[in-house]
């Protein structure tokens, strides 16, 4: 099955809000065409299917535009304004809440005096506080009523913007707040609380990075990243781990959660099972893709690119003390599609029942080279059943383990028999 | 505009009888480089297909250029396939060959209407290696099932002359059933 990217859902969970049924089907055909064929950005992409279906189904949308604000109720006046809920909330809207205060920071912007994050018994959402309104900060763990603040939309994500006509009141409540946790697979962007289980961490690519790494639950996992200026607990591997008001961001069309100062609880009495999110794939080869066989590699530490036949790596040029490997690029093909498939050193020796230092022995002593392993692997593979599990990646599929198919005897009885009945 | 993006038409898996019923072809766009595809008897298209039998004949053509041609069997029928100058790897593949052999071959469905009007069905090889007997029993269990399975795609998406799909049903449901009958338990 293929997972539908999270612009697709974003287009139809706004349609929805127009009270139009979206035809997934259509909008799916129709963004894979722009995106795809016409390399539209993902941006603009949805920006056209959201105004065509506006248009075919007669809606104007809300254009952003000033929208004047309810007369001010004059001080005196007693009448309390009317409290919204934070799951309901509609961009533009003017609204008053009572909330809770669950995170606070300072922002790098001077027009903006705090960010942070508000919940109510309903949801939670982010809430910006201009300078020039004169509002002071918010405490966290406090509750507030907060009047005449306006909702915004950025990303395709709700914000609370409090400005100078907002006016925010410290109240006595001690209402427990008790956040919904989310299946990971349900997460959208916004603000959101998970549990799951750490289970990869990665080596942080820069330094603004604390840490990032993978939490899964049993629905679907998802990346995590805390920055390095926060005061987040470090989280470690295979821990299980609830994390609440995280904020879950939308970039390159792939969900991340951002758990910089969010409240981490670690829940040593859960184990979770994760389901693994290996594929596998049954099918022939039908083609063995240049670069198989011995290659030699880049041996800068963590380029391990390979080499050109004259020892020449893209990146850092002539490398005279190449490393070699063996690998198999090949198709794989199921009848239904055909896969690019990548199987690593390891896998290979075992399938192939060669090893690398008997590759290199016959590469060294044969005119063709490392061709040689090739030309010789080929034929030993082509049109040969295997089954592979591991991970697509990009266009092509990273193999994890593989074994050659024998046949199916079970399914050869069944197929003679369900053919048998009919015939 | 950017390119777009290049998918491999998978290898599809038909049997002899099956291609040799499969006569009408078209072109899904004007572009010069559209790949060209044979409408399945059993519904579907195919481009390429992979074939997996006992090559029983092999004949070198000195045309301008030289030519392999062959024959590959299964159950069914005969696969007529061919490899020229302009598939150099196939040629060599071919070349080496001792038939018969068994055989696995990937290539191109390529139709020609001969003087007397009948279209010929031939495949135009990508590459032919030989192969060992249990990898043409799993091709075809494979073939069998993937011929099935586009038999019931025709049920549920094109009920047009019912008749007629009942009849190519029903004859194909027999040509599997006495294929599978093939491969010894």
């Given at each position: 099955?293929?997972?539908?990217?999270?612009?697709?859902?974003?287009?139809?969970?706004?349609?929805?809000?127009?009270?139009?049924?979206?035809?997934?089907?259509?909008?799916?055909?129709?963004?894979?065409?722009?995106?795809?064929?016409?390399?539209?950005?993902?941006?603009?992409?949805?920006?056209?299917?959201?105004?065509?279906?506006?248009?075919?189904?007669?809606?104007?949308?809300?254009?952003?535009?000033?929208?004047?604000?309810?007369?001010?109720?004059?001080?005196?006046?007693?009448?309390?304004?009317?409290?919204?809920?934070?799951?309901?909330?509609?961009?533009?809207?003017?609204?008053?809440?009572?909330?809770?205060?669950?995170?606070?920071?300072?922002?790098?912007?001077?027009?903006?005096?705090?960010?942070?994050?508000?919940?109510?018994?309903?949801?939670?959402?982010?809430?910006?506080?201009?300078?020039?309104?004169?509002?002071?900060?918010?405490?966290?763990?406090?509750?507030?009523?907060?009047?005449?603040?306006?909702?915004?939309?950025?990303?395709?994500?709700?914000?609370?913007?409090?400005?100078?006509?907002?006016?925010?009141?410290?109240?006595?409540?001690?209402?427990?707040?008790?956040?919904?946790?989310?299946?990971?697979?349900?997460?959208?962007?916004?603000?959101?609380?998970?549990?799951?289980?750490?289970?990869?961490?990665?080596?942080?690519?820069?330094?603004?990075?604390?840490?990032?790494?993978i939490i899964a639950d049993t629905t679907g996992s998802i990346k995590f990243t805390t920055w390095a200026n926060s005061e987040t607990m470090v989280l470690e591997k295979d821990k299980v781990y609830t994390i609440y008001f995280a904020s879950a961001d939308l970039y390159k069309d792939k969900l991340s959660v951002n758990i910089s100062n969010c409240a981490i609880v670690e829940n040593d009495d859960i184990t979770i099972d994760i389901k693994s999110t290996e594929q596998t794939i049954t099918g022939a080869f039908v083609q063995v893709s240049s670069g198989s066989g011995l290659i030699k590699r880049c041996p800068v530490e963590g380029c391990k690119r390979p080499l050109t036949r004259q020892n020449f790596c893209q990146i850092h040029e002539m490398q005279p003390n190449y490393i070699y490997d063996l690998r198999l690029r090949a198709v794989l093909d199921d009848g239904i599609t055909a896969h690019s498939v990548l199987i690593q050193r390891q896998i290979f020796e075992k399938l192939i029942g060669m090893t690398l230092d008997e590759a290199i022995e016959i590469a060294e002593s044969q005119p063709l080279g490392m061709s040689e392993i090739e030309y010789r692997i080929t034929p030993q593979i082509l049109g040969k059943y295997i089954t592979v599990s591991g991970k697509p990646f990009e266009d092509l599929f990273i193999v994890n383990s593989a074994e050659w198919s024998t046949l199916d005897t079970a399914k050869l009885t069944t197929l003679i028999n369900e053919t048998g009945e009919s015939a | 505009m950017k390119p777009t993006s290049y998918t491999r038409e998978p290898a599809v898996r038909l049997f002899a009888k099956e291609l040799a019923g499969s006569t009408e072809s078209f072109k899904e766009s004007n572009d010069d480089k559209a790949p060209t595809f044979h409408k399945l008897v059993t519904g579907g298209k195919a481009n390429r297909i992979l074939i997996s039998g006992p090559l029983i004949i092999k004949e070198k053509k000195d045309y301008s250029t030289p030519m392999y041609v062959g024959k590959i069997t299964d159950p069914t029928g005969t696969f007529y396939v061919n490899a020229g100058s302009y598939q150099p790897e196939a040629m060599q593949q071919f070349a080496k060959l001792n038939y018969p052999c068994f055989v696995t071959a990937i290539g191109k469905i390529n139709s020609y209407e001969t003087d007397k009007g009948n279209v010929m069905m031939s495949v135009r090889l990508e590459s032919i290696t030989e192969t060992d007997e249990s990898t043409v029993h799993q091709w075809i269990l494979d073939t069998a099932d993937l011929t099935l399975k586009r038999l019931e795609q025709i049920e549920t998406t094109n009920d047009t002359r019912p008749d007629e799909i009942r009849l190519t049903k029903e004859k194909v449901k027999v040509m599997v059933h006495e294929t599978l009958l093939k491969i010894p338990l």
């Open positions: 099955m293929e997972i539908l990217p999270m612009s697709i859902k974003t287009i139809s969970q706004k349609l929805r809000e127009h009270g139009i049924t979206p035809d997934s089907s259509r909008i799916e055909s129709e963004y894979n065409r722009l995106t795809k064929e016409f390399g539209v950005p993902i941006k603009e992409a949805v920006r056209t299917i959201l105004d065509r279906e506006y248009k075919d189904n007669n809606i104007t949308p809300v254009k952003k535009e000033y929208i004047a604000p309810p007369p001010r109720d004059n001080p005196s006046d007693n009448n309390a304004p009317e409290l919204c809920n934070i799951d309901s909330l509609k961009k533009d809207e003017w609204v008053s809440l009572k909330v809770k205060v669950v995170s606070t920071r300072n922002t790098p912007s001077s027009a903006v005096s705090q960010m942070g994050i508000i919940t109510d018994q309903t949801a939670a959402i982010k809430y910006v506080i201009f300078s020039k309104s004169n509002i002071p900060p918010l405490e966290q763990g406090a509750w507030y009523t907060i009047e005449s603040a306006v909702v915004d939309e950025y990303n395709g994500v709700l914000n609370l913007k409090i400005h100078a006509g907002s006016t925010v009141t410290k109240i006595d409540c001690s209402d427990p707040v008790s956040p919904l946790i989310s299946p990971i697979e349900h997460v959208a962007p916004g603000i959101t609380s998970i549990q799951g289980k750490v289970t990869q961490i990665w080596e942080p690519f820069s330094d603004k990075i604390a840490q990032t790494g | -």
